[in-house]
């Protein structure tokens, strides 16, 4: 446990360095939804905390979408046993989605925009300068694939991205920790999981199918997670055929070589279209 513990803290304070996560003076909303990745995402934060040279300070929220039997105490209970500030926010999202949403179809989409929109809410509401959203490695390279056979975008979720409010800065602190990590640290901590029924008991997801795409594939190379997640770092714009991210970079069909991947960074950021 305290070894595993270790691992997942570096990874973190490792992610929140490249990506300037963290930093003085932030007071950072924990999206806290009760399953095993934001549990995790609180208590190693809280750790962090402890580690660095600068204050911040944590607030954890959860939503609660109305789903039934959503057992909201066993969050705010877990939060006070463990001395974490929190704040719980009641939306009815679970009644709207299963109104809209043909049978049939994934409620995802709807689901998560309205979620997305109750959170940013209350982020102004409570002064918080970042969100901390639980996504791990796994859901990044998920995303990526989904995006590029689902969407045909090359895309994927970034570790820090302003919202499209303008108003709010996303965070991903478990950006670089393995799901299987935080799938056994949360064993071994035996956080009180609280599952989503709503999401949970569709099973034809395509992230489902390109989460077990991946897993065949890792079976028979185990290089090829750490390979997709290591492509997000290591893009080459001179063999893509995007007009305007060439044009943005200066690069003409005469160009041999890539860009500094810090010019492409800086092209980027400012339009990023990334999803949240």
């Known amino acids: 446990m305290e070894r595993l513990q270790r691992r997942l803290m570096n990874l973190v304070a490792r992610a929140s360095k490249d990506h300037d996560m963290l930093e003085p003076g932030d007071r950072v909303m924990v999206c806290l939804s009760g399953g095993k990745d934001s549990y995790a995402m609180m208590v ?18 959860n939503l609660d979408q109305g789903q039934p039997g959503f057992e909201q105490t066993v969050i705010s209970d877990w939060c006070d046993d463990n001395g974490f500030e929190h704040h719980m926010v009641m939306q009815d999202t679970y009644s709207v989605v299963l109104e809209k949403v043909p049978e049939g179809r994934t409620y995802c989409s709807l689901c998560s925009r309205m979620r997305r929109g109750a959170l940013y809410k209350t982020a102004v509401e409570l002064g918080a300068t970042k969100i901390a959203l639980g996504h791990h490695r796994d859901d990044m390279i998920e995303t990526l694939l989904l995006n590029v056979l689902y969407s045909g975008q090359i895309k994927s ?7 499209d409010d303008g108003r709010n800065v996303i965070i991903r602190p478990l950006a670089y920790c393995p799901e299987a990590d935080i799938a056994k640290y949360a064993e071994l901590a035996a956080f009180p999981i609280l599952p989503c029924d709503l999401c949970g008991s569709q099973q034809n997801l395509q992230r489902k199918q390109v989460k077990q795409l991946i897993a065949d594939l890792a079976s028979k190379n185990a290089n090829v997670p750490g390979n997709l997640f290591a492509s997000l770092s290591n893009v080459r714009p001179t063999h893509l055929m995007d007009s305007d991210l060439r044009a943005a970079l200066g690069i003409d069909h005469n160009t041999t070589g890539d860009p500094d991947l810090g010019v492409l960074s800086a092209a980027l950021s400012p339009t990023s279209g990334a999803s949240t």
Do not use: E, G, N
């Open 157 to 163: 979720m970034p570790p820090r991205l302003r919202s």
């Open 44 to 61: 190693l934060l809280s750790h962090i905390k402890k580690r660095l040279p600068f204050d911040v300070s944590f607030v954890a929220v």
